[in-house]
């Protein structure tokens, strides 16, 4: 498991690292867990930029990095346009910065000076987030071609008259001939969800609601069936209550 943990001041980054450390084997991780330092934002940033094969499991960071730098989360928005949908734990000072992160899949707010048992709930609340897609995916025949796919990294699906349209994070599109009724029994129920007759949304991309519209993480904006709204509306808010 990889972590990377981000505050400007170096005993709070000891301190962190400890606590994080702490509330993992308390969750049961065993593997080998490797974790990176950082003192800014923008250093993650760089970091990942020329080391794009590093992938974090989960990213923790103080909010606050000083004047003339990114803060928590502005660091938390160019991640999301680098297309990284790692999970992200803000710890800060002052709770008017909340509202601000909407929209950017901050997991959880953590009120400075960190507690061992805030950190141990918000990791607890990472590491369900992320078993549970993980290794799970489905088969598909896309052409002459037989492709396996992440449930984790499809977006939402798309029927168009008889072809399943599967749309990844990546911008990808795979198209297939399957009734859309057994994809939707397919998909994990935890997180995906029929807004539409031709529309299955994974809500780990979604960002929010307005009007009648399901607006993802990327600005896709996809229409919600009118008889549909109010269950979409209760699946949006229980999932950001369970996962967020």
Same mark, same amino acid.
């Given at each position: 498991?990889?972590?990377?943990?981000?505050?400007?001041?170096?005993?709070?980054?000891?301190?962190?690292?400890? &606590?994080?450390?702490? *509330?993992?084997?308390?969750?049961?991780?065993?593997?080998?867990?490797? #974790?990176?330092? $950082?003192?800014?934002?923008?250093?993650?940033?760089?970091?990942?930029? %020329?080391?794009?094969?590093?992938?974090?499991? #989960? @990213?923790? =960071?103080?909010?606050?990095?000083?004047?003339?730098?990114?803060?928590?989360?502005?660091?938390?928005? %160019?991640? /999301?346009?680098?297309?990284?949908?790692?999970?992200? #734990?803000?710890?800060?000072?002052?709770?008017?910065?909340?509202?601000?992160?909407?929209?950017?899949?901050?997991?959880?707010?953590?009120?400075?000076?960190?507690?061992?048992?805030?950190?141990?709930?918000? +990791?607890?609340?990472?590491?369900?987030? #992320? !078993?549970?897609?993980?290794?799970?995916? =489905?088969?598909? &025949?896309?052409?002459?071609?037989? @492709?396996?796919? /992440?449930?984790?990294?499809?977006? $939402?699906?798309?029927?168009? *008259?008889?072809?399943?349209?599967?749309?990844?994070?990546?911008?990808?599109?795979?198209?297939?001939?399957?009734? +859309?009724?057994?994809?939707?029994? =397919?998909?994990?129920?935890?997180? +995906? =969800?029929?807004?539409? &007759?031709?529309?299955?949304?994974?809500? !780990?991309?979604?960002?929010?609601? &307005?009007?009648?519209?399901?607006?993802?993480?990327?600005?896709? @904006?996809?229409?919600? *069936?009118? /008889?549909?709204?109010?269950?979409?509306?209760? +699946?949006?808010?229980?999932?950001?209550?369970?996962?967020?």
């Amino acid at each position: 498991m990889y972590l990377a943990i981000c505050d400007d001041d170096l005993n709070e980054l000891k301190e962190l690292t400890i &606590k994080c450390k702490h *509330a993992l084997v308390s969750a049961g991780i065993t593997s080998p867990l490797t #974790i990176h330092a $950082y003192q800014y934002g923008h250093a993650l940033i760089e970091h990942i930029e %020329k080391n794009p094969q590093i992938q974090y499991d #989960i @990213i923790m =960071m103080d909010n606050d990095f000083g004047e003339n730098t990114l803060n928590g989360i502005e660091t938390t928005k %160019k991640l /999301r346009e680098m297309e990284i949908t790692t999970p992200v #734990i803000i710890s800060t000072s002052h709770d008017d910065y909340l509202r601000q992160g909407y929209g950017y899949g901050i997991f959880r707010y953590i009120i400075k000076p960190a507690k061992q048992e805030d950190i141990d709930e918000a +990791f607890t609340a990472c590491l369900k987030y #992320i !078993n549970q897609l993980e290794g799970k995916e =489905m088969i598909i &025949k896309n052409g002459i071609d037989t @492709i396996a796919i /992440r449930f984790k990294e499809i977006m $939402y699906f798309e029927c168009c *008259a008889h072809t399943v349209i599967a749309h990844t994070k990546n911008k990808n599109e795979f198209s297939f001939i399957m009734k +859309f009724e057994l994809v939707e029994k =397919m998909v994990p129920q935890t997180c +995906f =969800m029929k807004i539409h &007759k031709g529309l299955i949304v994974n809500f !780990n991309y979604a960002s929010r609601m &307005k009007g009648s519209d399901l607006i993802l993480n990327d600005g896709t @904006i996809l229409p919600v *069936a009118q /008889r549909r709204r109010t269950q979409c509306l209760d +699946f949006f808010r229980n999932y950001v209550k369970g996962y967020m």
